[in-house]
């Protein structure tokens, strides 16, 4: 696949480059495909999931999208919206091996994304919007309600784990050394072989069969 055209062109580190231009999927595909699923649309500057036609857990025509490229150490910046009762997520380090894994959480760490007030998830902890998917609850709760816009950064540069939302910080980890390998044998990633080893992958948006919206993409390389 081309990535050097458009919104897909590699930056040098220390630039910020976007990740999506508001107007096109470029720079984007379904894991595991050549194209982006119908589902997936752009609409007023934004890059939405339209779940109406939701098949099982997900949406038909949909699927979890992730970018042409892979980062290692970054800082993700952009604004997520969700849909009364909804859940997303967006999700990083995604090896895009679809005879070894089948989902892009089968490798990839998970900022929840989540209608708190709404979705059952939210009654379960460490599943709540801003969480660490599974791993760590954040702290402190400041998500908006559903279709508010919400602005997320998730920053990792060697090994330090930070998420921001809506201005603060609410969640700071270490990966990859003891406590973090305790951390994951606690949770429901543990059967997964290499989950939460990988230190490079794709970022990806979540389809879990709810409508979603995400805006102002933009990625840094540390």
């Known amino acids: 696949m081309d990535t050097n055209t458009g919104s897909t062109t590699t930056a040098e580190a220390g630039e910020w480059q976007p ?83 089948d989902y892009t959480w089968s490798t990839g760490l998970e900022m929840q994304v989540l209608d708190n007030d709404g979705h059952p998830d939210a009654k379960i902890h460490k599943h709540r919007a801003g969480d660490l998917y599974d791993l760590i609850a954040s702290s402190p709760e400041n998500v908006k309600p559903a279709g508010e816009w919400n602005q997320v950064e998730i920053i990792s540069n060697n090994g330090k784990l930070e998420f921001h939302q809506n201005g603060e910080k609410i969640v700071e980890t270490t990966l990859w050394d003891e406590n973090w390998k305790q951390l994951v044998a606690g949770s429901k990633f543990a059967g997964m072989p290499g989950w939460g080893t990988f230190k490079s992958g794709k970022i990806a948006l979540q389809d879990h069969g709810d409508s979603v919206w995400f805006r102002n993409i933009q990625i840094k390389r540390l």
């Open 19 to 101: 990740l999506f231009d508001g107007k096109t999927t470029q720079g984007w595909h379904t894991y595991g495909q050549e194209t982006v699923g119908k589902a997936w649309k752009v609409e007023n500057g934004t890059l939405y999931l339209d779940a109406s036609n939701k098949k099982d857990w997900q949406t038909s025509d949909g699927g979890d999208i992730v970018t042409e490229e892979e980062f290692d150490n970054f800082h993700l910046k952009l604004e997520w919206k969700i849909a009364e009762n909804g859940n997303s997520g967006i999700i990083f380090y995604v090896q895009e091996d679809t005879a070894a894994y």
